[in-house]
């Protein structure tokens, strides 16, 4: 049995944005499981390292496929 990685939505005041598409950051991370892009230049409480984790975790769910 597979999963496959889909998003709930990020609510709009989440501290970390995900970058538009085209959009340039000066040092850019992806999450391999929900595919969404953010500008990992500055450590915050929910990047504390650089591409540590993905800021957008609580908002992975998974279903089987």
Avoid: N
């Amino acid at each position: 049995m597979t999963t496959k990685s889909i998003r709930r939505d990020i609510p709009k005041d989440w501290p970390i944005k995900p970058l538009r598409k085209g959009q340039k950051a000066s040092a850019k991370a992806t999450c391999g499981h929900c595919g969404l892009s953010w500008a990992d230049a500055k450590p915050t409480s929910l990047t504390p390292v650089p591409s540590a984790r993905c800021p957008f975790e609580p908002f992975h769910q998974y279903e089987e496929v």
